[in-house]
């Protein structure tokens, strides 16, 4: 019984009209590297769930959740899509499946999210796990852990999101299970046990073994089983038992170092039935403590059922996770929000999309009570209450809708306003903020023009509903140029932006080149002094500021605090001279951009008892952070990435030679299923243009991933190139 069970025996958490109960409730996600198989993976669970009755195909371009035009082109997915669906487990043989008996037969309720694997939209993958429960992590059985694995598995850890590994692609050539079971462990540090090992590889790949129960789940010859019936739970085969005996030995040690109720048994020489067993696992999953581990081929339609039946043995519901934490609004004071339908209304609005039917559509996850069209819901950011006319749940590309929601359940609002990522949205007497998620600044950006003038309102209404939809995306104008600027997280997701704009909004824009976001720092304490003064026959201006500025941690941003004492500048000035040096902190100073990492103290000053204005004010405190930076030894940062390539062997002697001409540093070469893997860390200035390079000098038979790593010092010979191109065009600059 989980905590919160505990503690609310007397006062059901369940509604009485409420179909699905909490305990028959999981929200997950499907998370992985990109083209590991997460919409095929979720395309085959949705088939057997029944929500579906022909199974889509991501090469066909007719999957379920890459329901968008730019996914279905591209092959890949764009933004996160939630899905409802249901499952039951059955039983294939009476006394066969006997780890499952515990939900055989009852009706569950699964929410799923797909997110993307490309690096350009880890947004969508950032806000989807602050609102799981639990997560499939998805990886390829041929390479293993791959670089966005590691930045999906660090997003879900933040969150502290419970995990299920599948290995998916078990058919595919140099598909090899232990290499990537090791992989998990040396790379994620991941406490991995498998609890179903294949019975064989590649094209011999012909079922799984089910560690916990000792049973083999074999498919039959050829098997494309539209139903996905044609399979067969029987004993393991001779020449397998050996082996499954050892990993069932394995499970079970693994499990009782963490768990008492195992290590009693085992202590004491008991037998440890699979029914204790599975529930010391899930205890484990839960507390995040252990990982188990599934493989199969999604693409084959093989191991998606006990992968399936998985999600509901192993990983949490509502009621099995802690409790959300929020606060009061404006206060550091802590408010829990006890997960129950019968407590007040309390959810998070975690993603915006513009709909073309139905208009704006807000996701939101509901963490406390419930919501029914017609009720009016409080937000305390705006501190404004609207009502709910719409209530729907999404099943890809269709709308179903309802009318009501319960705790624990992922649904879409209709026609609100004035509505954030991350919004607290709940009852007005319940006045909470829960914790938003976090998202990552971008690295890149470009000027965009409209073809023509009658286009310039129609491509600013969209940029503004893009810039809703998603955080990591940015548009602004350049003072300088008045040109207007979108950055973003890479040159893809600034290509599908400017798609989106063509295709949803009728309008055709003209680009720049992409520029880097760059940034600036200092290396050096120093002072500095800036003075406005202006005399025109009448009032003048008058304003006095000294600063100290010193180098902060790396990654710790701007620090900025008044140490003004003996009223040298009067209090109601102080916040003048602070908006100064943020807004020259923002424009930057060494080349025009944006400065990081630094902190700035205000020490002292003067003013005039008659001249004196906030104008003057906030222009010394620009004046007084320029004159201190350029004492304090600048330096000009870029972004760095890591980029792991995947090349046949012949290839690897011109790979190698093309990152090292693109200033890169090779931090490990690696064989793995035939191929080689080069890991490397690259400039990102150096890597435009890079997926043609790389098809070209491997005749299409490379691949790469890359993700932003860090912010270094840009190279004396480099410098000069790159602050002649700011001075040029500032229109670049962010």
Not at 192 to 219: R, T
Not at 420 to 440: A, I, S, Y
Not at 505 to 525: C, H, L, S
Not at 672 to 698: C, D
Request: glycine share 8%.
């Amino acid at each position: 019984m989980s905590a919160v069970l505990e503690k609310e025996q007397a006062k059901p958490v369940n509604a009485p009209g409420r179909e699905y109960t909490l305990e028959r409730t999981r929200n997950i996600g499907i998370a992985a590297h990109i083209d590991a198989g997460k919409t095929t993976t979720t395309e085959r669970i949705l088939f057997y769930t029944g929500l579906i009755h022909k199974i889509g195909d991501v090469d066909d371009g007719n999957t379920v959740t890459d329901w968008m035009e730019q996914e279905r082109e591209r092959g890949i997915t764009i933004t996160s899509a939630a899905v409802t669906c249901f499952w039951t487990q059955k039983q294939t043989k009476p006394g066969e499946n006997e780890i499952y008996k515990a939900c055989l037969g009852v009706p569950h309720r699964i929410n799923i999210i797909d997110t993307p694997g490309h690096v350009d939209f880890t947004a969508e993958v950032e806000r989807s796990m602050r609102v799981l429960d639990g997560a499939i992590a998805v990886f390829c059985g041929v390479a293993g852990v791959q670089p966005q694995s590691e930045t999906v598995w660090r997003q879900a850890t933040k969150y502290k999101v419970p995990r299920i590994a599948f290995v998916n692609k078990m058919d595919r050539t140099g598909a090899n299970f232990e290499n990537a079971l090791n992989d998990m462990r040396k790379k994620l540090n991941a406490y991995a046990y498998p609890v179903f090992l294949p019975i064989g590889a590649e094209d011999q790949f012909a079922g799984v073994i089910d560690v916990v129960n000792q049973k083999a789940i074999v498919w039959g010859p050829g098997d494309v089983a539209n139903e996905g019936l044609n399979y067969e739970i029987k004993e393991i085969p001779a020449e397998h038992r050996e082996r499954a005996a050892m990993a069932l030995e394995e499970l079970i040690d693994a499990v009782s170092n963490k768990d008492d109720e195992i290590a009693e048994l085992v202590l004491e020489e008991k037998p440890v039935t699979p029914a204790q067993l599975k529930a010391a696992i899930r205890r484990l999953t839960c507390k995040i403590e252990l990982v188990p581990v599934l493989c199969g081929s999604a693409f084959k339609k093989k191991g998606v059922q006990p992968l399936i039946d998985a999600v509901l043995d192993y990983l949490p519901g509502p009621l099995d996770v802690p409790l959300a934490e929020g606060a009061e609004p404006g206060t550091d004071n802590k408010v829990v929000v006890e997960t129950s339908d019968s407590n007040q209304f309390c959810s998070l609005a975690f993603k915006l999309w513009t709909d073309p039917y139905a208009g704006k559509l807000v996701f939101f996850r509901v963490y406390s009570g419930q919501l029914a069209k017609g009720d009016t819901i409080y937000n305390p950011r705006t501190r404004k209450r609207e009502r709910v006319s719409r209530l729907m749940i999404i099943q890809g590309s269709e709308r179903k809708d309802i009318e009501r929601v319960y705790a624990g359940d992922i649904a879409a609002l209709v026609g609100l306003r004035n509505i954030t990522t991350g919004d607290t949205l709940c009852d007005e007497d319940f006045n909470v903020t829960l914790e938003p998620p976090t998202f990552p600044e971008p690295v890149i950006s470009m000027a965009v023009e409209p073809k023509t003038k009658a286009d310039r309102d129609k491509m600013s209404e969209g940029l503004q509903r893009l810039a809703e939809e998603d955080p990591t995306f940015r548009c602004f104008t350049n003072e300088e140029t008045s040109q207007l600027i979108i950055a973003g997280m890479g040159e893809l997701h600034l290509e599908i932006i400017c798609d989106r704009l063509k295709r949803e909004f009728k309008v055709d824009a003209n680009t720049g080149a992409p520029q880097i976001a760059y940034r600036e720092t200092i290396t050096a304490p120093a002072d500095g002094e800036g003075k406005f003064i202006r005399q025109s026959g009448g009032r003048g201006q008058y304003g006095h500021a000294c600063i100290k500025v010193q180098p902060n941690e790396r990654g710790k941003g701007v620090e900025i605090e008044n140490e003004i004492v003996g009223g040298a500048i009067p209090k109601e000035y102080i916040p003048a001279v602070i908006d100064g040096i943020e807004e020259a902190i923002k424009g930057g100073v060494y080349a025009g951009y944006q400065v990081i990492d630094l902190k700035v103290q205000v020490v002292d000053g003067t003013f005039h008892e008659v001249d004196s204005s906030e104008l003057a004010f906030k222009m010394a405190g620009i004046f007084a952070l320029k004159d201190a930076f350029k004492k304090a030894n600048p330096i000009l940062l870029e972004p760095i990435m890591r980029v792991e390539v995947t090349t046949p062997d012949e290839y690897q002697g011109d790979l190698l030679g093309d990152i090292n001409r693109r200033r890169g540093v090779i931090h490990g070469i690696e064989a793995k299923g035939g191929q080689t893997i080069l890991n490397a860390q690259v400039p990102l200035a150096e890597m435009f243009g890079y997926a043609t390079a790389i098809r070209s000098l491997s005749k299409g038979r490379a691949s790469y991933s890359m993700e932003p790593l860090t912010f270094e010092q840009v190279p004396a010979g480099v410098l000069n190139t790159i602050l002649n191109a700011a001075a040029k065009k500032p229109a670049a600059r962010t």
